[in-house]
């Protein structure tokens, strides 16, 4: 981590000087939704062509209350999305296209971070991303953030040379709280590297000033247990202030979580001290099979759901506990109507519906000349 800027930083939090962020609730309003859409050119036309329906139907879900946001690979494939969305009879009032090249999906950990300020403005915060410590190419996506802010006028803070920071991997409660595994945040280790040298003090500074919370709880996490090194984003969400969503002992085992962790996470406490009461989804009853027929070897999490602003997406593998999720979730949220998104074909490459949205809060803009 730049030393120079940590201590500018320090001085700055001391005196009170620097400006903080806020990084708005999820349920909160939002402006609308971006997505990036699968393509051909990284990994090949099967690999569209498999988790392709995922993104028809969450667009289709999506447009009758918010803006949806397109990347498009090229001006080639925004005329095959546009075509495949009107073959879907999906309107296209509220749909939005963007051309920027992208090496993949997972606009939720490579994507700008939309966070207020002081006056409610709302800016893009541009961290550094690097394919989950290297894993995969990344110098594409990196730039989607930095793209947008331009394209859009909106100010941009660039904190690329500072830290690496995936949206998937950090939970808020939206007043004040942070949840994250050191795993998927300051770990060192090869090949999980997200930035070299960074503690955790470095990161809490970064999280207290540009996310707006006041308390970071870590959990260890697991280096190497999937290619994000253990987003928190899979087995737990703050719901509001008071309530987090996760799973019974038994499912997040399944997960990999160890005892110190989910003894961590079940003493979690907000801003107030008070422990956050635990609503519990269960895992999938079976492992998961693709829907082209490949048996996976573990089972799904219903927890990775998005929160827009008329429907609640949640991850469906063609399970008997999909019903069963649906219905817990859609208790919470009864002015929102929960819809089951199939995901099986892009959870064989490790993720849901949170990992490849990302939302735009409503509000007036920064602009970049301000």
Request: glycine share 10%; hydrophobic share 35%.
């Amino acid at each position: 981590m730049n030393k120079l800027f940590t201590l500018i930083l320090l001085f700055n939090m001391t005196f009170g000087m620097a400006q903080t962020y806020h990084f708005p609730e999820e349920s909160s309003t939002h402006e609308g939704t971006w997505l990036q859409w699968p393509h051909h050119y990284q990994f090949g036309t099967e690999y569209r062509k498999r988790i392709e329906q995922t993104w028809i139907e969450m667009a289709r879900e999506l447009q009758s209350g918010e803006k949806v946001h397109i990347i498009a690979y090229d001006a080639a494939e925004k005329i095959r999305i546009t075509d495949l969305l009107e073959k879907n009879r999906i309107p296209l009032k509220n749909i939005d296209f963007r051309i920027y090249p992208t090496d993949d999906v997972w606009i939720r950990d490579s994507g700008p971070i939309f966070v207020k300020d002081d006056k409610g403005r709302v800016l893009i915060e541009n961290w550094g991303f690097n394919g989950w410590g290297g894993k995969f190419d990344s110098k594409y996506c990196d730039k989607v953030p930095a793209r947008i802010g331009k394209d859009l006028g909106i100010k941009v803070i660039d904190l690329n040379e500072e830290m690496v920071n995936e949206g998937g991997a950090v939970e808020t409660d939206g007043n004040g709280v942070l949840m994250a595994c050191k795993s998927s945040v300051i770990s060192q280790k090869k090949g999980a590297t997200r930035t070299k040298g960074i503690t955790q003090q470095d990161a809490e500074e970064m999280f207290e000033q540009y996310y707006g919370v006041s308390k970071v709880i870590w959990l260890d996490g697991v280096t190497g247990l999937d290619v994000t090194d253990m987003h928190i984003d899979g087995f737990v969400k703050f719901m509001n202030h008071n309530t987090m969503i996760t799973m019974d002992e038994d499912g997040l085992f399944d997960m990999g979580l160890s005892e110190k962790d989910i003894n961590t996470l079940y003493e979690a406490t907000n801003a107030d001290g008070k422990e956050y009461k635990k609503v519990y989804l269960p895992a999938t009853k079976n492992k998961v099979k693709t829907a082209y027929g490949k048996q996976l070897d573990y089972k799904g999490s219903y927890i990775n759901f998005y929160v827009a602003n008329t429907v609640v997406l949640v991850p469906n593998y063609g399970d008997p506990n999909d019903k069963i999720a649906n219905k817990i979730i859609q208790g919470y949220y009864p002015g929102r109507k929960v819809v089951g998104i199939d995901v099986r074909n892009l959870y064989e490459n490790g993720g849901m519906i949170h990992c490849v949205t990302q939302q735009q809060p409503a509000g007036d803009i920064l602009k970049s000349e301000d």
